[in-house]
């Protein structure tokens, strides 16, 4: 992809465009057929480079009928990373499935879920994402834009049996991870103030009983409370649209999109070390 163009408006991108502009190149778009509904869910996948250097494929699909995103990347250690935009609850899911290490007595793979708050202009809008579509498959993207990591302590639990209150997408991403879905009290206030109902969510131990908790990769003895830490990155993602001039065109429009890489960082009390042996000390 391009830099942008004199003025801040960028050229054409000749490697992923809106929809409208490809058609006629492309045919019919990948994942929808042609008998199929104008909100109908698409899908893209991407060849991504990830933070480490290495290649990986993502998936994306968009649903503009539930108006919501999802992402879905393996990285190379086999960990499996979802993330899911609900742009109607102004919710976030990320869902991280970790293999587990076996010989040190956990089970096959451990599954967490966080759920944060959507700001809107974090992510191109649904209808945006359904009509993306690349021209080379093959290629492999790097994000334009490293956005600033951001570190949350996640301090309330979901119920997971009232989570479709919050949004009706948790119960299929967070499925696996039943007893481990975490979020923070600033966004459970905001929810509770939409409408959202109590019981969605349940207190974990005070704040101010976990600062007296070690971090768990300074923990000995496996079967200790204590604060666990998970990191992750969205690789590639679509992160606002890009707006081009033509001659016969007066007013700017929509031609293409701008990709960002962003870094989270997840604090979370664990009943036992044993749930977080991923941990070290920084």
Not at 149 to 154: G, I, N, V
Not at 193 to 208: T, Y
Not at 260 to 265: A, L
Request: glycine letters at 8%.
């Amino acid at each position: 992809m391009r830099p942008p163009g004199r003025g801040g408006v960028p050229r054409v991108s000749p490697a992923l465009l809106l929809l409208p502009l490809l058609v006629p190149l492309l045919g019919a778009p990948r994942g929808v057929g042609a008998g199929t509904g104008a909100g109908a869910p698409s899908e893209l996948r991407v060849r991504v480079r990830l933070p480490d250097g290495q290649v990986t494929e993502e998936s994306l699909q968009a649903d503009s009928d539930a108006d919501s995103i999802s992402l879905e990347l393996r990285k190379p250690d086999g960990t499996l990373i979802s993330f899911t935009a609900d742009f109607r609850k102004d919710v976030k899911l990320f869902r991280a499935l970790i293999l587990g290490e076996l010989e040190k007595g956990q089970s096959q793979f451990q599954a967490l879920c966080f759920v944060t708050r959507l700001h809107h202009n974090e992510i191109i809008p649904s209808e945006a994402m359904a009509k993306l579509r690349q021209k080379n498959p093959r290629a492999v993207r790097q994000a334009e834009e490293v956005r600033g990591p951001e570190q949350m302590h996640m301090d309330i639990a979901v119920n997971f049996s009232q989570g479709a209150l919050l949004s009706p997408h948790l119960r299929n991403v967070c499925a696996e991870a039943v007893d481990a879905i975490y979020t923070r009290q600033e966004d459970v206030l905001f929810w509770l103030e939409q409408g959202v109902d109590g019981s969605v969510f349940e207190a974990l131990p005070k704040a101010s009983e976990q600062v007296l908790l070690p971090r768990c990769g300074q923990v000995g003895d496996r079967g200790k409370p204590c604060v666990c830490r998970y990191g992750l990155s969205l690789a590639w993602y679509p992160c606002m649209l890009k707006y081009c001039h033509g001659r016969d065109r007066p007013a700017p429009y929509k031609c293409g999109i701008r990709s960002c890489q962003k870094n989270y960082s997840f604090d979370f009390y664990v009943p036992q070390k044993q749930l977080c042996l991923w941990d070290e000390d920084p």
